[in-house]
């Protein structure tokens, strides 16, 4: 099954990577070629870079039943019933596979499998007259960064993991213990600071897509930001934090990249590739319309769905004028969904938007409330979807190449750190403050005032506010997960019930508004890590199981 799914990633690859070439159709195919085949020909070196890049994460709908991570949290919940991500997020997780969630233990090794296969039998034999040695350290260097992305893949998830430092041979011994959190953090770092020294800052339009020096800065960064949070930090260790500033501060010093603020903004930025300085580095994908139809609004023929923003998310969204929105404030309620911050209707089809050419209609008989794939909750998904990206006449497709890393994300990630260590208005060393890099992201969200959140006058009521930034600039890309368990607040926030909107229409044409609950939520101290397949842990008798698993 793996040599099938490895053989259908290779294929894919051409597709991926705008800069795969073709192979000749009587070659042999580069994944099956013995090593010397490959060392002795610049195409086929690169080929074999190219599909490492079909290990890394692909994000959006990727769970089972086309769900996304989002509704595994408090941010959605999936329309269809009985999808991966309802049973994750409900509790029914375990260690079996008809109850693993989001794994990705196996896939992870066999592409760090992969890149040792080309850094001890491919790389060293490569000589100059088949590929320069600058040309060869690019190489090098993007084998590199996607063995640390993959090493990070597993430790936000199971914590301390075996670490593999070497292509393993069936006579040697397999059993390696897990180490401990910070030893993976500390290998994790120097294989992006090794690659940081080979990856050029930019490419050529034809290598678009690539790894660059500034994408394995920005996994540095993140990598220190949840090194330092409670989860991974009990002591509180204020070093910690003081490192993840300077990470993220290096990145921003780079002057390479800016928020993306063309066209609409911060729309625009999910589905824009040329000129778009916030991209740091993300999975490339040919246009679609994949996205849009399964989380396209029942109404349109062939809409599944898909993933329903919860009540919990669209209450987080302030006003425009940056103040809090609430159903308390009767001038609120009357309209909950006007002058509301500018991201909240770029990322969420609500009752009465226009959308592919027909209004969304989410009330109690609206023809996007029937049926079993209607929205439980009363909003759609907008955020990534492209309006001209239709499955139906008149078809088109859009970009849809998923942020693993943006500049907008390291702004937050600065002002998180920033402010754990020094508060929120000293600028360090840095020359920006926690305050700045915030109002940075408001402003260009569009709101009107607040930017600088004026009224976070200390430390704690700062990480408040950083905290949900994060949650509205950063929604649906498979942040909020990992953001709850590193805060150690998905005990109090993922058990809650996820809310959705009860909308009636009544005879004046107007509305009324009740919130009710439309997914009961389960979450366990032992869900902060997740569980190592049974299967893993048969096969390797050094490798202890995560505590309550």
């Not at 394995?216 to 930001?225: D, F, H, S, Y």
């Not at 103040?323 to 009767?330: E, H, K, L, Q, Y």
Request: a neutral charge; aromatic letters at 10%.
């Amino acid at each position: 099954m793996k040599k099938i799914i490895y053989a259908f990633a290779c294929m894919a690859a051409i597709a991926i990577l705008a800069a795969c070439s073709k192979e000749d159709i009587n070659s042999e195919p580069v994944q099956y070629a013995q090593s010397d085949k490959i060392y002795g020909n610049s195409l086929n070196i690169s080929q074999t870079v190219n599909r490492l890049y079909t290990f890394i994460p692909t994000g959006y709908n990727r769970l089972g039943g086309n769900s996304m991570v989002a509704a595994a949290t408090d941010e959605a919940v999936q329309g269809p019933r009985n999808s991966e991500a309802e049973l994750w997020g409900t509790g029914l997780w375990g260690t079996t596979p008809l109850t693993l969630r989001d794994d990705s233990f196996s896939e992870s090794y066999a592409g760090i499998r992969a890149t040792y296969v080309y850094s001890e039998e491919i790389h060293p034999n490569i000589i100059d007259a088949v590929m320069s040695k600058a040309d060869r350290d690019i190489q090098y260097g993007q084998v590199l960064f996607i063995r640390a992305l993959l090493n990070f893949e597993l430790l936000k998830r199971y914590g301390g993991y075996p670490i593999v430092k070497s292509l393993l041979k069936a006579d040697d011994n397999l059993n390696i213990a897990k180490s401990s959190y910070d030893e993976c953090v500390q290998y994790i770092s120097a294989l992006c600071d090794e690659a940081t020294t080979l990856l050029p800052p930019t490419y050529a339009t034809a290598d678009f897509g690539r790894a660059t020096k500034g994408a394995a800065m920005a996994l540095k960064a993140r990598l220190l930001l949840y090194a330092a949070s409670p989860l991974n930090n009990a002591a509180g260790t204020v070093s910690k934090w003081q490192s993840a500033a300077a990470a993220s501060a290096a990145v921003i010093n780079l002057k390479t990249y800016s928020l993306y603020t063309a066209g609409t903004g911060y729309d625009a930025f999910f589905s824009t590739l040329a000129g778009n300085n916030e991209i740091i580095f993300l999975r490339n994908q040919v246009p679609t319309n994949t996205i849009e139809r399964l989380n396209g609004p029942v109404s349109l023929v062939g809409g599944e769905g898909g993933t329903n923003p919860s009540l919990d998310l669209v209450n987080a969204y302030e006003r425009i004028d940056g103040t809090p929105f609430s159903w308390s404030n009767p001038t609120h309620a009357a309209n909950p969904f006007i002058n509301r911050d500018p991201r909240f209707a770029k990322s969420i089809l609500y009752n009465g938007v226009s959308w592919m050419g027909t209004t969304i209609e989410t009330f109690d008989g609206g023809k996007d409330k029937i049926g079993t794939k209607a929205t439980r909750t009363g909003f759609y998904l907008r955020k990534f979807l492209v309006p001209s990206a239709r499955w139906t006449a008149p078809i088109g497709t859009g970009n849809h190449s998923f942020p693993l890393f943006r500049y907008g994300e390291v702004l937050l990630n600065y002002a998180e750190a920033m402010n754990e260590a020094v508060g929120p208005d000293n600028p360090g060393t840095f020359g920006l403050t926690a305050r700045q890099a915030l109002a940075m992201i408001r402003t260009r969200a569009g709101l009107t005032a607040n930017q600088s959140v004026p009224l976070a006058n200390d430390q704690s009521k700062m990480r408040i506010a950083i905290r949900n930034e994060r949650r509205i600039e950063l929604a649906f890309e498979e942040h909020r997960h990992l953001d709850l368990r590193r805060w150690k607040t998905a005990e109090q926030v993922l058990n809650q019930p996820v809310s959705g909107l009860r909308i009636i229409r009544k005879a004046d044409g107007t509305f009324t508004y009740t919130p009710e609950v439309v997914e009961q939520r389960v979450f366990q101290a032992k869900m902060y890590l997740y569980p190592f397949p049974q299967s893993e842990i048969g096969r390797n008798s050094s490798l202890v199981q995560n505590t309550g698993w």
